[in-house]
């Protein structure tokens, strides 16, 4: 997902995975691309289970994060080794922006591919060119996945417990389907509820994951409601009473965009990494970056918190949910 201001796995065959073996958290660039380029990325099933447990997760970035951002990936790659976090490189993409062109993954562990066409990488023949072919970065990754012709990025996708949250944007981007035929189709694909919440008219992505995060069923972290705009707040309260959920303040930065980058996600706290019992958080030298910490701390008391400076990748639009692919290895 990108953003603005934001496998029991059951399927025939193989899937890649890679454990970056290297304990060294300040490991060259070259290492680690020779360590993973020639392996697949996930084990045969039958290995997995030996070898995990019932709810390790991994998380997948494109290679292209590596070579564009050299450092930032390995300073990202440095807290995940330091926690002991298997990480690794996802071939044939045409952006860093793996969240939203990956397979959705079900709470059951099926994987969902749905079709990548969002209307903002339209209109121009370099938005165009970066857009990742899903049925060849299956193919290349050896993923075995249900193929859907929605078109929805998965960073409009947040899941769990049996719940998903989307935004509206989902209606635009679908315009053959009938609302109520559209909902009730990802809710067997997904295996879940759905909640609809409201887009921001300013975010050309429309993603759900620039504005809320679950931390149960019942609770979701979000973006300061008293910040957002009037019609916004006033959409978000309809669906937090509708479902009976419990909205958590997060703090946001308005005012640290840029001519440069007028697409910037630089503000964002709630992109956040999540990923077995380690959250990765952006922060952005203020004084709001502490609230925010403490916030997310003691929503999920469980979890060990790091921080990152994600700034050179947040102001061309997204952050650190939208740069990974988090897989339960059920």
């Known amino acids: 997902m990108r953003i603005t201001f934001g496998f029991i ?28 380029k020639n392996e697949p990325m996930f084990e045969k099933i039958c290995e997995m289970k030996d070898k995990k447990s019932s709810n390790e997760q991994t998380v997948y970035m494109s290679e292209l994060l590596m070579s564009k951002y050299p450092e930032t990936c390995k300073n990202l790659i440095a807290i995940l080794e330091k926690h002991h976090i298997k990480y690794s490189f996802i ?9 939203d062109y990956m397979p959705v993954q079900t709470e059951s562990g099926k994987f969902v591919q749905f079709k990548y066409d969002p209307s903002y990488l339209k209109g121009k023949k370099e938005w165009e060119d970066s857009r990742s072919d899903v049925k060849e970065v299956c193919r290349l990754n050896n993923i ?17 417990e049996g719940r998903a949250i989307l935004s509206d944007r989902i209606f635009s981007e679908n315009p053959n389907y009938e609302k ?3 909902i009730s189709e990802l809710s067997k694909l997904l295996e879940c509820e759905i909640i609809i ?8 992505t429309g993603h759900a994951d620039g504005m809320v995060r679950f931390v149960n069923r019942k609770t979701i972290l979000g973006n300061r409601l008293a910040d957002e705009y009037k019609y ?6 309809n669906v937090l009473n509708d479902y009976n959920l419990t909205y958590i303040d997060v703090p946001f930065l308005t005012d640290m965009k840029d001519r440069k980058h007028p697409e910037s996600a630089i503000g964002i706290y709630v992109n956040y990494l999540d990923v077995n019992n380690l959250i990765v958080v952006p922060v952005f030298g203020r004084e709001e970056d502490k609230q925010a910490i403490d916030i997310i701390q003691k929503a999920f008391p469980d979890k060990i918190i790091e921080t990152i400076n994600y700034n050179e990748v947040a102001q061309e639009g997204g952050l650190l949910n939208c740069t990974t692919w988090v897989v339960n290895n059920k």
């Open 232 to 237: 916004w707040q006033k959409g978000m309260q």
């Open 9 to 36: 796995i059951i399927f025939i065959g193989c899937f890649i995975s890679t454990e970056a073996a290297t304990s060294n958290g300040n490991c060259k660039k070259n290492n680690i691309m020779n360590n993973l």
């Open 180 to 182: 109520d035929s559209l």
């Open 91 to 99: 071939k044939g993409t045409k952006d860093i922006w793996c969240r």
């Open 197 to 204: 919440i409201p887009a921001q008219n300013g975010d050309y």
């Open 144 to 160: 075995d996945a249900t193929f859907s012709d929605i078109n929805l990025d998965g960073g409009n996708v947040l899941i769990c």
